[in-house]
């Protein structure tokens, strides 16, 4: 069965440090890969998507970045966080039939930036 | 531009009463649609999805409704239970191919 991890799963962290934020998935191949950004009480806002190594899609302009070095690793980072930056980082994935199939979830990440 | 809302931020029902959750979307060229359920704390899960050549679907104690004409996309949840409170997201397949999610109604559940 297919399942999805991130770590870590909590982090606090101060202005202008960096962020390395990961995601893996197990169980199926050639995945496609989302990064969404979900703020207290909020929808979910996509940030990044990828259907295959070293192919990033990004969806708004941001602080942020991401890489996919394997095909089924997914990675956010910041050089340098800012405040609003804080949310709920959540990575899902779907089948590479077509990137509007359903997603499956992780846990996500809480990130507090101080 | 694309949109997919809610017509209510919270929706507070009785136990073992039935739950309608609401939600309209824009596009009428969108041709799949998703329900998803989010527990505080964790990530959105899957209950149920609907394709645009249906207009209802039933799942175990779920069932989605779309009307095309009026673009309108519903979650029935029969006999709602305690275990039912969460933020119940929309979702749309837009031409673009990715999703659109709307911005959630929570469901609360009185005892």
Same mark, same amino acid.
């Given at each position: 069965?297919?399942?999805?991890?991130?770590?870590?799963?909590?982090?606090?962290?101060?202005?202008?440090?960096?962020?390395? #934020?990961?995601?893996?998935?197990?169980?199926? *191949?050639?995945?496609?890969? !989302?990064?969404?950004?979900?703020?207290?009480?909020? /929808? $979910?806002?996509?940030?990044?998507?990828?259907?295959?190594?070293?192919?990033?899609?990004?969806?708004?302009?941001?602080?942020?970045?991401?890489?996919?070095?394997?095909?089924?690793?997914?990675? #956010?980072?910041?050089?340098?966080?800012?405040? *609003?930056?804080?949310?709920? !980082?959540?990575?899902?994935?779907?089948?590479?039939? /077509? $990137?509007?199939?359903?997603?499956?979830?992780?846990?996500?990440?809480?990130?507090?930036?101080? | 531009?694309?949109?997919?809302?809610?017509?209510?931020?919270?929706?507070?029902?009785?136990?073992?009463?039935?739950?309608?959750?609401?939600?309209?979307?824009?596009?009428?060229?969108?041709?799949?649609?998703?329900?998803?359920?989010?527990?505080?704390?964790?990530?959105?899960?899957?209950?149920?999805?609907?394709?645009?050549?249906?207009?209802?679907?039933?799942?175990?104690?779920?069932?989605?409704?779309?009307?095309?004409?009026?673009?309108?996309?519903?979650?029935?949840?029969?006999?709602?239970?305690?275990?039912?409170?969460?933020?119940?997201?929309?979702?749309?397949?837009?031409?673009?191919?990715?999703?659109?999610?709307?911005?959630?109604?929570?469901?609360?559940?009185?005892?």
């Amino acid at each position: 069965s297919q399942t999805i991890h991130q770590w870590p799963a909590t982090l606090v962290q101060p202005v202008g440090s960096p962020l390395s #934020l990961e995601c893996t998935v197990e169980g199926t *191949s050639n995945p496609n890969l !989302y990064w969404y950004r979900q703020a207290a009480g909020r /929808g $979910l806002q996509l940030l990044f998507y990828s259907v295959g190594i070293g192919q990033i899609s990004s969806e708004v302009p941001q602080n942020l970045s991401a890489s996919r070095p394997q095909d089924r690793q997914f990675i #956010l980072s910041s050089k340098k966080l800012l405040l *609003s930056d804080s949310g709920f !980082y959540l990575c899902a994935w779907s089948t590479p039939a /077509g $990137l509007g199939n359903d997603q499956l979830f992780g846990p996500g990440t809480r990130l507090t930036v101080l | 531009g694309e949109s997919v809302g809610l017509h209510l931020p919270t929706l507070s029902v009785q136990e073992g009463d039935n739950s309608i959750i609401n939600c309209a979307y824009s596009n009428s060229a969108s041709d799949y649609f998703i329900w998803y359920k989010q527990e505080s704390g964790k990530g959105p899960q899957f209950i149920i999805d609907i394709r645009s050549n249906m207009d209802k679907r039933q799942g175990q104690r779920v069932t989605v409704l779309l009307n095309k004409t009026v673009k309108h996309l519903s979650l029935q949840i029969a006999a709602t239970q305690p275990g039912d409170s969460a933020v119940y997201f929309c979702a749309e397949n837009s031409n673009t191919g990715k999703l659109i999610f709307g911005q959630g109604t929570t469901l609360q559940v009185k005892p």
